[in-house]
T-cell receptor, first 115, second 113 residues
């Protein structure tokens, strides 16, 4: 069974640009969560999508947005990039809403560098 | 109240020793406590998890001890091996619609051969 895949793995952008990251969940998983990981702030929850609807949202500005498609694949978009957006962006999938008996499986992440 | 505190920040253990990582929380609504292991260049992977209705859970060399009254839980790695060298995160979750996982800041474990 294929794991969670994320593309691209590495990305370099400049301030002010926008970026779109992609996540393909494990087959049969309907929930996709996005996290930002930085050395200073650790793992921070961005949002969770389930059945194409945003179900949870973390404390991030509106520049961070996402969507989920009917095949459960998800994209995350960051507009007007800032230097502080440099981070490892992780996607995790689960059968149902994350938590409890619904284990989250993480992808390898997309390393975004903003210059 | 949504925070999960984790210590130590880094840990060095000799091969064969016991590694202990501690976490503490405030929100008594948390009722699912997973531990994740992350190797460089990889995403976190679920290692072991516990619910507060049990005080201990063991899977192989990994044990979670849970103290509900103190609102603390810890990960014990017995017979630590160099292959266990990774960053470990504790987390907590309220499995209610609209909630999400809260992660500790992580502990970087190095097991010396």
């Amino acid at each position: 069974k294929a794991g969670v895949t994320q593309t691209p793995r590495y990305l370099i952008k400049t301030r002010g640009q926008q970026v779109t990251l992609s996540c393909s969940p494990i087959s049969g998983h309907r929930s996709v969560s996005w996290y930002q990981q930085t050395p200073g702030q650790g793992l921070q929850f961005l949002f969770e999508y389930f059945s194409e609807t945003q179900r949870n949202k973390g404390n991030f500005p509106g520049r961070f947005s996402g969507r989920q498609f009917s095949n459960s694949r998800s994209e995350m978009n960051v507009s007007t990039l800032e230097l502080g957006d440099s981070a490892l962006y992780l996607c995790a999938s689960s059968r149902g809403l994350a938590g409890g008996s619904n284990e989250q499986f993480f992808g390898p992440g997309t390393r975004l560098t903003v210059l | 109240q949504q925070q999960v505190k984790q210590s130590p920040q880094s840990l060095i253990v000799q091969k064969g020793g016991i590694s202990i990582i501690n976490c503490a929380y405030e929100n008594t609504a948390f009722d699912y406590f997973p531990w994740y292991q992350q190797f460089p260049g990889k995403g976190p992977a679920l290692l072991i998890a516990i619910r507060p209705d049990v005080s201990e859970k063991k899977e192989g060399r990994f044990t979670i001890s849970f103290n509900k009254s103190a609102k603390q839980f810890s990960l014990h790695i017995m017979d630590s091996q160099p292959g266990d060298s990774a960053t470990y995160f504790c987390a907590a979750n309220v499995p209610v619609y609209g909630q999400n996982f809260v992660f500790g800041p992580g502990t970087r474990l190095s097991v010396l051969p």
